[in-house]
């Protein structure tokens, strides 16, 4: 069993920079493949970044280039840097790790980006 639990989130104004936390407990985040996903309102839940076990990085394109997945395996914690934020942006995120034919998720954070 893995526990996740996501923080960092909350009111930011367009053009400004969040770094959401994902910490892991029950097991080492180490061998399984680490995601961060999000939901806006009324909308499903989409991927926003993918950390692969061999550390290869999945960004889809909405997020490419103002969005950066880390992960500290010491830490035993999952970090998504976002910079350059758009009111399209506000949604709940989530940690997600899945591997083993298992998958494992957060409760999430709400990220609101609004002036």
């Known amino acids: 069993q893995v526990q996740l639990v996501e923080s960092g989130g909350g009111l930011v104004q367009p053009g400004g920079s969040l770094r959401l936390s994902c910490a892991a407990s029950g097991s080492q985040i180490s061998i399984y493949t680490m995601g961060w996903y999000r939901q806006a309102p009324g909308k499903q839940r989409e991927l926003v970044a993918s950390?692969?076990?061999?550390?290869?990085?999945i960004f889809p394109d909405s997020v490419k280039g103002r969005f950066t997945i880390s992960r500290d395996n010491a830490k035993n914690t999952l970090y998504l840097q976002m910079n350059s934020l758009k009111p399209e942006d506000t949604a709940v995120y989530y940690c997600?790790?899945?591997?083993?034919?298992?998958?494992?998720w957060g409760k999430g954070t709400l990220v609101t980006i609004s002036s």
């Open positions: 950390i692969l076990l061999n550390g290869n990085i």
């Open positions: 997600r790790a899945s591997g083993r034919g298992v998958e494992y």
